[in-house]
């Protein structure tokens, strides 16, 4: 299951993020994955709990934002939803030569919101 590697690589860079900023720790960690990319989003969700203990990620939310896949006719200009399993075929030429891939393999960090520090005061909070 890779969803296990890419767990791990997601919450060591956020935890290495963390440490470098001085963060107590993550609140929310948003990712951007398409639908290409071959991630099972339960399974991510599952190892992502798993990859966070002893982390200062433990705790943090995951969200995915999914990404169709679409791609691009070169001979004809025409663009098509790919869908699953992926036709790569030009639905009005058919020709399945010079078709560029416009996304659909996107797996990568969003945003991460960190936590709050517990001993700031709320008349300090921004």
């Not at 720790?25 to 989003?41: K, T």
């Not at 009005?92 to 001993?119: H, K, Y």
């Amino acid at each position: 299951m890779h969803e296990m590697s890419i767990a791990a690589a997601v919450v060591e860079q956020v935890d290495t993020a963390a440490r470098e900023h001085g963060a107590p720790g993550a609140a929310r960690v948003r990712l951007r994955v398409g639908e290409l990319a071959g991630v099972v989003p339960d399974a991510l969700d599952f190892c992502f709990e798993l990859a966070c203990a002893g982390t200062l990620v433990a705790g943090a939310a995951l969200e995915t934002e999914s990404v169709a896949a679409r791609a691009r006719c070169a001979p004809c200009g025409v663009e098509w939803a790919v869908g699953m399993p992926p036709d790569l075929a030009c639905p009005d030429c058919r020709t399945g030569g010079g078709v560029e891939l416009l996304s659909g393999r996107e797996l990568q960090i969003l945003d991460v919101e960190w936590a709050e520090r517990p001993d700031v005061p709320a008349e300090q909070k921004g």
